[in-house]
């Protein structure tokens, strides 16, 4: 069954639009910043490995789930869930996709205002450096900031506010679908150059050569965390990317197109970063600040590095300002649908409500450093929360839902475009893993995640151990 509430709603204009969208959102910071230091800091290749399986098992069926939500429904995160079971509470797992928004621009805007400062750095050419000591130096001073890195996270803001007023065609498709295939490009060039630097080897044995020793309960949950936030997923934004899509796309085919491309993305932030980081002896497990104190090294040892170094930081701020565009629609797109805000004001609302809770990240590293929530810092507490607690959270429910709830039949419909493809055995291990191997297994990293191992658990309980 279709639900044809809003025949004239605004959609994707192409499938080209659709592919370029979807991975818009997917690539940002998420590869070039996080993928880098949460690999550096959970020891490498064998954490990279089990990023792979989370993606595989879980982050791509609950994209997939979103995705078909989104275009059965055509609504967002919250109106999907009332349209499918108007009765029942499901539409709550929208209501904390809506909030975990707000969480994750908080300190993602951060991060960006960081990349926007980069640019004119870069353009002023104090980031001009191959000595380890200067580029940290240049990074420190300006996180300790008060007022130049609020600037750049209100620009940030406004930027990314500009263009979701502009509406979702013509914004959202026009910025992602020139300038990702740039930064494609540039990533090819810099990993050429990190690649032929003095002890670059040792960087690549670091990403490709798994250590399995260095596997631990937390590196796991970080991998399965980094899935999620890697595909943009467990928060109800494919859902409503989802609810823009055509109905002839083919949505499994999309899906996988974009992990693969995704994780090409954030292979290359690797190979560009890590054999930079042992060949001018920087320590891989440096944390968020990771890209911001090599990167500059690698491109201060080629040739018109300086020029290049701009760019670089130009494209990330694209990619990151695509991303944040898919986060920025998930309450926008709810007031205005649920609560028939003007797309203004819905915008204006969420800039406002991300700027005050975003300061407070912006202002962990300076002013509100000695405040702490459960052992972290404003911006680690969001971040951690995020990744790793409400979007695996959010993809368990939204898993369910498609699993056991919505029916068998609507979810083999929508998959298949009302039988126009012939994918029945895809749609029947898609529904094993969204039924089984999704929930269970994020149950069991979240739970050896607080400590509590559950199969060692069952083992003694029945004598085994
Ligand atoms: N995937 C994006 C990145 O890697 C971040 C992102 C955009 C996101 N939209 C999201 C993360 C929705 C979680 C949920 O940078």
């Not at 240049?138 to 930027?159: D, I, M, N, R």
């Not at 040892?301 to 944040?324: D, R």
């Amino acid at each position: 069954m279709k639900h044809e509430k809003q025949k004239t709603r605004e959609g994707f204009s192409s499938s080209i639009g659709v592919i370029a969208a979807v991975l818009g959102s997917a690539v940002g910071l998420g590869n070039i910043w996080k993928f880098p230091y949460v690999t550096g800091a959970n020891g490498g290749a064998a954490f990279i490995l089990i990023y792979l399986l989370c993606l595989a098992l879980v982050g791509l069926p609950v994209m997939l789930s979103e995705h078909l939500i989104g275009r059965n429904t055509k609504a967002n995160a919250v109106g999907a869930f009332k349209v499918l079971q108007p009765r029942k509470p499901w539409f709550l797992v929208g209501g904390a996709g809506v909030l975990s928004a707000f969480l994750i621009m908080a300190f993602y805007t951060s991060v960006a205002g960081w990349i926007y400062a980069y640019i004119f750095k870069a353009a002023s050419g104090s980031l001009l450096s191959t000595n380890p000591q200067e580029t940290s130096l240049v990074f420190k001073t300006l996180v300790s900031g008060v007022g130049e890195p609020l600037f750049w996270q209100v620009v940030v803001l406004l930027v990314t506010g500009t263009i979701i007023m502009a509406g979702v065609t013509k914004g959202i498709e026009r910025v992602t679908k020139v300038l990702m295939p740039l930064l494609f490009v540039l990533l090819i060039v810099i990993d050429i150059r990190s690649l032929t630097l003095p002890g670059a080897a040792e960087g690549l044995s670091f990403l490709f050569k798994p250590d399995f020793s260095k596997i631990t309960v937390s590196v796991v949950l970080a991998a399965l965390g980094l899935a999620f936030f890697k595909l943009s997923v467990g928060m109800g934004a494919m859902i409503t990317y989802g609810s823009y899509v055509g109905e002839n796309e083919n949505l499994p085919k999309m899906a996988l197109k974009v992990a693969l491309s995704d994780t090409l993305v954030s292979l290359m932030a690797g190979i560009a970063i890590f054999p930079a980081v042992f060949a001018f002896g920087f320590e891989p497990d440096a944390g968020p600040p990771l890209l911001f104190i090599t990167i500059p090294t690698v491109f201060s040892s080629m040739p018109f590095g300086g020029v290049f170094m701009v760019l670089f930081f130009v494209l990330t701020a694209i990619a990151a300002t695509g991303a944040m565009l898919s986060l920025l629609e998930v309450p926008v797109a709810y007031l205005t649908e649920q609560h028939h805000w003007s797309r203004r004001n819905a915008t204006l609302l969420t800039i406002l409500g991300i700027g005050l809770l975003g300061s407070t990240a912006t202002l962990s590293n300076s002013i509100l450093a000695n405040i702490t929530l459960f052992g972290k810092n404003f911006f680690d507490f969001y971040d951690f929360t995020t990744s790793n607690v409400l979007l695996p959270l959010g993809g368990i429910f939204i898993a369910l839902f498609v699993g056991w709830q919505w029916g068998q039949s609507n979810v083999y419909q929508e998959i298949s475009n009302n039988g126009q493809i012939a994918n029945k055995g895809l749609a029947r291990i898609f529904l094993i893993l969204v039924r089984y191997v999704v929930p269970v297994g994020i149950i069991l990293v979240l739970l050896a995640g607080l400590n509590i191992n559950i199969i060692g658990f069952l083992l003694k309980l029945l004598g085994i151990v």
